[in-house]
């Protein structure tokens, strides 16, 4: 493992080797590249021009695709937000670490007593042991007690929200979810509550570039959750310039409301400044001389909501491909291919070992995990190491796939079969011609049932719920009530329980 004395005493290393030799390869900042991930919400597999949008315009992803590699086959672990955010910090899938599902929802909520447990070992932590400065910034939604933050899950700095920008009093269900103004945390502190979302997506953009500068000179892990393009759309005032007038006019009567199926006519915009945000990125790594040394990696959470997954089936919160099948791309000028389309399977998991290893960093070894070390995949030099991949909703395995075949499972038994080579869309069902794949697929699901029953581990919660630790407008703290009506009294921060 690297540790900052290494990389210290390799810089040393090189500069008696170029006073000797007068000839050095080593990069001047250290022999660890810099990785930056940046994580959209809910935007989908074609809502990219590159991946055959025609209702966005994305140049600079593009381009970064161009200078890079496009993966047709990536997945993430979840269709929805909170186990996908899981899978992607702890290289598992969710139903081993107990976050495939919220506490009484299919993701967190506000106040939530339950949350990633501390003992899961990030990417964000694995990094930070190998010497890096780790910063996230934008949407987290693992947990908002404070023992679930990003502080206590290997990130440095943090400046967000603990999760999805529409739980808040503006949500179209408020009257039954009853959601606190919805909180934006500099560390673990409130600067804010109902923050702007019009601004969001700049101002995490700002801060993931100011990151940027002050890190140069040291390996850097930098996690940029985006809220966008989740409902309800947002975009900074600049963008408006595009938006139709008759759009334009409509927002201009929203009052105190939030139209979010009005808003979902922005979306085209939202996505026209999201490419923006990626080439400011792109740009400062150049400005800083970086752009060799740094693999950035751009991709989604889960399948949309307002965009699009065409040709593939199926949205946001679905176990078809497109609930799960989302659009990644990865550069490194000098390292990785330029311009290749990569159609390997690969997942949101993978991306821990694969960038432990290139850290110099070692994975957990005292527990299991589901991703693999795919650098030499996405090198074009082998094959997905996956023998089959699993889609779950919730905590209900519903489909398998292996290679081109992926069967639809329901209470353990066959329900369809589709050959993704020949039908990405998943129209024609051809299990009845076709037994023994589907036998097969079916004792993968089951082996791998069996493999989670016996290896994992615990979700987080909070026996005494932290609530009211949000303030409003007033500076109050912003108290729950539970269903007689009664306030839920403010908990005394006691130690987390599990269960
Ligand atoms: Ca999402």
Redesign the pocket.
């Known amino acids: 493992m690297y540790t900052s004395a290494t990389r210290r005493i390799a810089g040393a290393a090189c500069l008696a080797a170029l006073l000797a030799l007068s000839a050095c390869h080593q990069p001047p900042e250290s022999e660890q590249p810099n990785f930056i991930i940046i994580f959209t919400?809910?935007q989908g597999y074609a809502d990219l021009s590159s991946y055959g949008g025609q209702h966005v315009s994305t140049p600079s992803i593009d381009r970064m695709a161009a200078e890079g590699v496009r993966l047709t086959n990536f997945y993430v672990a979840a269709p929805?937000?909170s186990p996908?955010r899981a899978a992607l910090l702890t290289g598992s899938y969710p139903i081993r670490n107990d976050m495939a599902y919220g506490s009484d929802f299919l993701v967190l909520l506000a106040e939530d007593p339950k949350g990633l447990h501390p003992d899961e070992i990030t990417l964000a932590e694995i990094l930070q042991d190998a010497g890096y400065r780790t910063g996230m910034f934008g949407k987290w939604h693992l947990g908002d007690q404070p023992e679930f933050l990003p502080t206590r899950q290997g990130f440095d700095e943090f400046f967000g929200i603990p999760y999805s920008h529409d739980i808040h009093p503006y949500h179209p269900k408020q009257a039954l979810m009853n959601f606190p103004p919805l909180p934006l945390l500099e560390d673990e502190t409130v600067i804010e509550t109902d923050p702007d979302a019009d601004r969001l997506t700049r101002r995490f953009t700002d801060r993931a570039i100011g990151f940027i500068r002050e890190n140069r000179n040291q390996p850097f892990f930098l996690y940029l959750a985006h809220p966008m393009p989740?409902q309800p759309l947002h975009i900074s005032p600049e963008f408006m310039r595009d938006v139709p007038a008759e759009l334009k006019e409509a927002l201009g009567h929203e009052g105190d409301v939030v139209d979010y199926p009005l808003r979902d006519g922005l979306f085209r915009q939202v996505m026209k400044e999201l490419d923006g945000t990626v080439q400011d990125i792109l740009d400062t790594l150049r400005e800083l001389n970086l752009d060799h040394n740094t693999l950035v990696i751009f991709t989604s959470?889960?399948g949309p909501y307002v965009g699009s997954a065409e040709p593939l089936q199926g949205r946001?919160g679905s176990t078809f491909e497109g609930g799960m099948r989302v659009p990644a791309i990865l550069r490194w000028p000098g390292t990785l291919p330029t311009g290749e389309v990569n159609h390997e399977i690969i997942t949101t998991m993978d991306l821990l070992p694969t960038l432990a290893g290139l850290a110099g960093a070692e994975s957990p070894r005292d527990r299991k995990l589901d991703g693999k070390d795919v650098w030499i995949v996405l090198n074009g030099q082998d094959n997905s190491p996956h023998q089959a991949l699993f889609y779950y909703f919730g905590n209900e395995l519903q489909a398998v796939r292996s290679g081109a075949w992926k069967l639809h499972i329901r209470e353990d038994h066959a329900q369809a079969l589709y050959n993704l080579d020949t039908d990405i869309g998943e129209h024609s069902d051809v299990l009845s011609e076709n037994p023994s794949v589907a036998q097969r697929l079916l004792r993968y699901a089951r082996e791998f049932k069996a493999d989670v029953a016996d290896n994992s581990r615990p979700a987080g919660w909070r026996s005494n719920l932290v609530t009211g630790i949000f303030i409003n407008r007033n500076g109050r703290r912003v108290h729950r009530k539970d269903s007689q009506g009664r306030q839920v009294p403010h908990g005394d921060r006691e130690t987390l329980g599990t269960r």
């Open positions: 919400d809910d929805l937000c996908s989740h959470d889960n946001k």
